[in-house]
Each structure stands twice: as structure tokens, then as C-alpha cells.
């Protein structure tokens, strides 16, 4: 079955833009978390949703937010694009809070 | 706090030789452990998982793991390394904490790991 789908794959914005990156789970997965990957700070949690309910948040300014539609495809925004922001967010899904969750290709994101 | 501690930034090994890379945790309670790999460029897939049972766990690529208790560690190995192994590996936990059924991953900081032909 297809696995965890990231659009787009690469993107490039400028400061004080903003973005949205968009996930689509495994079929079947109704739990999709949101990480952020920089070299100097390695994999940070950003969200996770299950059920369109945010059930835990990392430690991220309000300039992140995110949803979850009904049917499990998420979704994340970025406003006032900052040069720090630059990274790879990744999604990930699993069936459900607590179990082994499977990763998309990433969205690359490059600020300027 | 840190919860998941990997050491070893860089290892280097030779085709052929074995492989073990190092784990650690610091939580109170039993935590759901897991190993991902990251090659260039790409997401993260994954290698193995813990979630009780058998504290030693066969995972895909022919890479095991070992759940020890005592050492809140669960190490990562391989008998015979391949060249294409060579990718950074990541150790991660979730934090059953009070029966919460959250399903935040806490990552270690990886391993890259280089192969020599």
C-alpha cells in the first residue's frame, strides 16, 4: 500500500512569506505527527493530531500551526517566514497515538 | 532532560565487520523504542521496534536490537556490514507517561555511520 505522502517536495520561500505543506497518512491511519529536522537542532516535534483533535504540541512559536481533516490528511502553516525556519519537515503516520509511525519523504523548505 | 542519548556521532567500519550502535534512555517506566534510518536527502524508515516481549528484536536489513532494562539501553547491530548500510541512525522513544496514549517521538541525535569498501 502507498506510504506517507508529502507535497511539495522542495520549496523555497522569503522572509515574512508564509507556507503550507500538506500530508497524506497511510490509508487506514488516523494519527499524523509533524517533525522539523535542522542540522544544528536534529528532529523536534512540532504537532500531532489524531481524530482532527491536536493532542500535543513541541515547544514551537504560534507562527506553526496545523490541522487534520476528516480524512486524516494534515496539514501545516507556516506565517512570517523567519531564515531559521529553513529545514526538513517531516510527517509521520500511524494507526494510532503510541504505535510505530512511518515517515514521508519530507518537504524540504529554504527560506531566503 | 534528554531522554535518548546516542554517543557515538560518527562510526566507521569496514565492509564485512559487525556493527553495534549504542542506545540509551533515561525515563522511569518501560518506553516504546524504535530505530530509524536516513539516507541523503530522504525521510526516515524504520529499522525495528520495542514495545514489549522479546528483548531482542529482528528488525528488516538484517539489523537487530536489544532491549536491556538495567542499562536503559537498546543497541542496534548488524553481524556483516554492507556498503549501502552507510546512512545516519536515528534511536527514538515514546513515553507511555501516566497511561497517556500520546504518541510524540523523543529522537537521539543519530549516528552517522561510514562504510570503507
Known amino acids: 500500500k502507498a506510504g506517507v505522502t508529502q507535497t511539495p517536495r522542495y520549496l523555497i520561500k522569503t522572509r515574512g512569506q508564509q507556507v503550507t505543506l500538506s500530508c497524506s497518512p497511510i490509508?487506514?491511519?488516523?494519527?499524523v505527527s509533524w517533525y522539523q529536522q535542522t542540522p544544528g537542532q536534529g528532529l523536534q516535534f512540532l504537532f500531532e493530531?489524531?481524530?482532527?483533535?491536536?493532542?500535543n504540541k513541541g515547544n514551537f512559536p504560534g507562527r506553526f500551526s496545523g490541522r487534520q481533516f476528516s480524512n486524516s490528511r494534515s496539514e501545516m502553516n507556516v506565517s512570517t517566514l523567519e531564515l531559521g525556519d529553513s529545514a526538513l519537515y517531516l510527517c509521520?503516520?500511524?494507526?494510532?497515538?503510541?504505535?510505530?509511525?512511518?515517515f514521508g519523504q519530507g518537504t524540504r523548505l529554504t527560506v531566503v | 532532560a534528554q531522554s535518548v542519548t546516542q554517543p557515538d556521532i560518527h562510526i566507521t567500519v569496514s565492509e564485512g565487520a559487525s556493527l553495534e550502535l549504542r542506545c540509551n534512555y533515561s525515563y522511569g517506566a518501560t518506553p516504546y523504542l524504535f530505530w530509524y534510518v536516513q539516507s541523503p536527502g530522504q525521510g526516515l524508515q524504520l529499522l525495528l521496534k520495542y514495545f514489549s516481549g522479546d528483548t531482542l528484536v529482528q528488525g528488516i536489513k538484517g539489523f537487530e536490537a536489544e532491549f536491556k532494562r538495567s542499562q536503559s539501553s537498546y543497541n542496534l547491530r548488524k553481524p556483516s556490514v554492507h556498503w549501502s548500510d552507510a546512512a545516519e541512525y536515528f534511536c527514538a522513544v515514546i513515553r507511555a507517561d501516566r497511561g497517556s496514549t500520546l504518541g510524540r517521538l523523543y529522537f537521539g541525535r543519530g549516528t552517522q555511520l561510514t562504510v570503507w569498501p
Open positions: 490509508s487506514g491511519h488516523r494519527s
Open positions: 493530531y489524531f481524530s482532527e483533535t491536536q493532542r
Open positions: 509521520a503516520s500511524s494507526l494510532a497515538p503510541s504505535t510505530e509511525a512511518f
